[in-house]
C-alpha cells in the first residue's frame, strides 16, 4: 500500500534522519509515520529507538528486541531496540574478553563491578548506535533513530566528541569503565560516528516541537547545541497544530490563540530552518491505519458530543495538596514522561505546600530544566533550586581534588585531575547532588521535579548500585541510604503525572512497573490537561474525548488508588497567580 504525504522532509530523505526534542511533543509518532511512509513507498527502512522508555512495541504492535524485527503485514518495515541493559552486558563482555588470558578471577570480578554504573550503560548504549551508524551496508535505505527527550539524546550524541577527546589525553585508567583498554577499542567506531553525524548528505536532524513556548524554546536550544557538535543539517515539524471549527468556543480558540502567539515568536534559529507542520488528531497514533493516517493533509473531525460522556469523578490538586500537607516534612517526587507537564505540576504542589504553611524547596534533576520560566517570581517559604550537572560536576572535581590530591606532588595532582575528566565523573558528581537534596527531606518539604522517564531511571540505577556498595561495605551496621529513603513511604511520595492518551498512560504504567521492581510504591497519579470537563463543542477536540475517558477509566481499574485531575485550562498555568489556582 503507498501512503500519499505531502510532508516536504521526506520528498529527498537522507539515509539517518534523527527525531528529536522534548519529551511527548510527538517524536516517536512522527519518526513512525516517516518510516512507514518511507516503507509504503519501496525503501527499506530500519527504525530504531534509543529511549529506554520507547512504546513502539505498542504503536506497532511487535516485540522490540536488540535485533531488528519485521513489522508484521510492513515486508520492508523492520524495528529495533536499543536496550540499555543488553547493550551494557554485551559491552562489559567484549571489554572482559580484552583482559590478559592471565588475568584472575579477582581481577575480572573487580572489572565486572567497575563496569556496574549507569555510565557504562550510557556508553554502551552509544555503542551499539554508532555501529549503526558507522556501517556502509546497503541492507537498509534509511535508518531512522527515534531518541530520548532532549537532554538525553544531547549527552549521546556528544559521546563522540567527549569519548575521542578523553581517549586522546589519558593513556591510563577510566575507572568506571574498566581498564583503558576496553574503552580504547571503541575510539574508531566513536570517530566514524561522529563524522556519519556531521556529514549533511548522510545524516537529517528533525526537530520536533508543538506549537508551545516551552517545546519551541527547547528545540531552538537543542538546535544551536547541535550545531555546536557539528549537526548543521537540520529541520523543524511542528506538530499537533490546531485550528478552531468554531470561533465562539472558548477552549478550542485560546488553544488556538496560545499556538499561534508560539509560532509567531519563534526564535530565528528555527524560523531559518525548512519546516513541515502536522494537524492535530482526533485518534491516538497507535496501529498501522492511525499512524498512516498522520501524515495525511486531511483528517474529518468526529461528530461526538461532550453530552455522550459522564462526569468523570477525579480530584483536584488542591485535595492532593492536603493530604500531603498532614506531614511536617518529606520528599515528594513528580515524574513521568517527558512533556506530560511535571513541572507545573512540581510547582503547584510546593506553592500549594507553602501556602499551607510549609517550608519547600522546590528543585528539579531535568537537563532541560523549566522551573524559572514555569514559576516566574518569587514566594516568601519557597526556595529554588537545580541539580545543575555542569557546576555539580565542578565541585565534585574540586572536592576530590581538595581530598585525595591534599598529599600528591604537581604530577600526581595532574594524574588525577587527567582522570576526573572522564564523562562518567558527571553521573557521580550528579548523584551525590541527588543524595543531598533526598536528605533534604528529615527537615522541610522537598518537592523535586524530575527529569523524563529514562533518565530519571538511570538515576535511579545509580542509586540502587550505591545502595548495594554501601550494603556491602557496612554489612551488619545501620546505615540508611538514599534508596532506603525513597521505599519508605512515611519519607518519600511518588507522583506519577500523565496526559489521558495511550501512549502517556501506558509510559506511566511501565514506570510504576520499574519503580514496584525497585521497593517504591507510587502515591498517587495526576491526569494533566484534561478536556473532559473543559464544556467544549468544537468536534475535533470532541472527537478526543473517546480516548480520553477510555484512558482515565483505565487508570481508575487498576492502575492507582489515588488519581487526581488538572483541567485543560484557557489560561496557562505559567506564573505563581495561574499555578496557586490549581491548588
Not at 530523505?13 to 516517536?28: I, N
Not at 528486541?65 to 554485551?90: C, G, M, W
Not at 549503526?132 to 544531547?154: K, M, R, V
Amino acid at each position: 500500500m503507498k501512503s500519499m504525504t505531502t510532508l516536504k522532509l521526506i520528498q529527498i530523505p537522507t539515509k539517518f534522519l534523527f527525531f528529536t526534542g522534548k519529551g511527548g511533543v510527538g517524536k516517536t509518532s512522527l519518526s513512525t509515520a516517516v518510516a512507514l511512509n518511507l516503507a509504503d513507498s519501496g525503501k527499506s527502512v530500519l527504525l530504531v529507538s534509543t529511549d529506554p522508555a520507547s512504546n513502539l512495541d505498542e504503536m506497532l504492535n511487535v516485540e522490540l528486541k536488540n535485533t531488528a524485527v519485521q513489522v508484521p503485514h510492513v515486508p520492508r518495515l523492520f524495528v529495533l531496540n536499543i536496550d540499555p541493559t543488553n547493550a551494557a552486558e554485551s559491552y562489559r563482555l567484549r571489554v572482559l574478553e580484552q583482559m590478559p588470558i592471565e588475568a584472575t578471577f579477582e581481577e575480572r570480578s573487580k572489572v565486572r563491578e567497575e563496569l556496574s554504573g549507569a555510565c557504562t550503560t550510557e556508553i554502551a548504549a552509544f555503542d551499539e548506535f554508532s555501529d549503526l551508524l558507522a556501517e556502509d551496508s546497503l541492507q537498509y535505505d534509511h535508518i531512522i533513530f527515534d531518541t530520548a527527550p532532549t537532554g538525553h539524546t544531547l549527552r549521546l550524541l556528544s559521546l563522540p566528541k567527549a569519548w575521542t577527546g578523553f581517549l586522546k589525553d589519558n593513556d591510563r585508567g577510566a575507572s568506571c569503565l574498566g581498564p583503558h583498554s576496553g574503552l580504547k577499542m571503541q575510539e574508531a567506531r566513536f570517530q566514524a560516528a561522529l563524522n556519519t553525524l556531521s556529514d549533511s548528505k548522510k545524516t537529517t536532524v528533525v526537530l520536533v516541537a508543538r506549537p508551545d513556548k516551552g517545546s519551541i524554546s527547547e528545540a531552538a536550544k537543542t538546535s544551536i547545541e547541535l550545531s555546536s557538535l557539528g549537526l548543521t543539517n537540520q529541520r523543524l515539524v511542528i506538530n499537533a497544530v490546531f485550528h478552531a471549527s468554531d470561533k465562539n468556543d472558548l477552549v478550542a480558540r485560546s488553544i488556538e490563540t496560545i499556538g499561534q502567539q508560539a509560532l509567531d515568536e519563534m526564535p530565528a534559529v528555527l524560523r531559518d530552518l525548512p519546516r513541515d507542520e502536522i494537524l492535530l488528531r482526533t485518534f491516538d497514533t497507535v496501529g498501522l491505519e492511525a499512524l498512516r493516517s498522520l501524515l495525511h493533509a486531511n483528517s474529518s473531525p468526529s461528530q461526538i458530543t461532550n453530552s455522550e460522556f459522564p462526569h468523570v469523578d477525579t480530584e483536584g490538586l488542591g485535595r492532593l495538596v492536603d493530604e500531603l500537607a498532614k506531614s511536617e516534612h518529606g520528599l515528594i517526587m513528580v515524574m513521568g514522561k517527558g512533556g506530560v507537564g511535571k513541572t507545573t505540576v512540581a510547582a503547584a504542589i510546593a506553592l500549594g505546600l507553602v501556602k499551607r504553611g510549609k517550608k519547600v524547596h522546590l528543585n528539579t534533576t531535568d537537563p532541560a530544566a523549566h522551573l524559572e520560566m514555569t514559576l516566574k517570581g518569587e514566594v516568601t517559604g519557597l526556595k529554588v533550586g537545580r541539580i545543575d550537572p555542569v557546576e555539580e560536576t565542578k565541585k565534585y572535581v574540586a572536592k576530590i581534588m581538595d581530598h585525595k590530591g591534599k598529599n600528591l606532588n604537581q604530577a600526581e595532582k595532574d594524574l588525577l585531575l587527567e582522570d576526573l575528566k572522564s564523562p562518567c565523573t558527571e553521573e557521580v558528581a550528579v548523584f551525590h547532588a541527588f543524595s543531598r537534596v533526598v536528605s533534604e527531606a528529615q527537615n522541610s518539604f522537598v518537592v523535586l521535579d524530575t527529569a523524563p522517564t529514562g533518565h530519571s531511571l538511570l538515576l535511579m540505577d545509580a542509586t540502587g548500585a550505591y545502595h548495594r556498595q554501601v550494603v556491602q561495605e557496612f554489612k551488619g551496621k545501620k546505615v540508611t541510604t538514599p534508596l532506603m529513603r525513597l521505599q519508605d513511604p512515611q519519607y518519600t511520595q511518588i507522583i506519577l503525572v500523565t496526559l489521558p492518551e495511550t501512549t502517556p498512560v501506558s509510559q506511566a504504567a511501565e514506570l510504576q512497573a520499574d519503580l514496584r521492581r525497585a521497593q517504591i510504591e507510587p502515591y498517587a497519579w495526576v491526569i494533566n490537561k484534561s478536556l473532559i470537563s473543559a464544556n467544549t463543542k468544537d468536534p475535533l477536540l470532541l472527537g478526543r474525548l473517546e480516548g480520553e475517558n477510555r484512558q482515565i477509566k483505565r487508570i481508575e481499574n487498576g492502575l492507582s488508588k489515588r488519581l487526581f485531575a488538572v483541567p485543560w485550562l484557557i489560561r496557562p498555568p505559567i506564573g505563581i497567580e495561574e499555578l496557586s489556582k490549581l491548588v
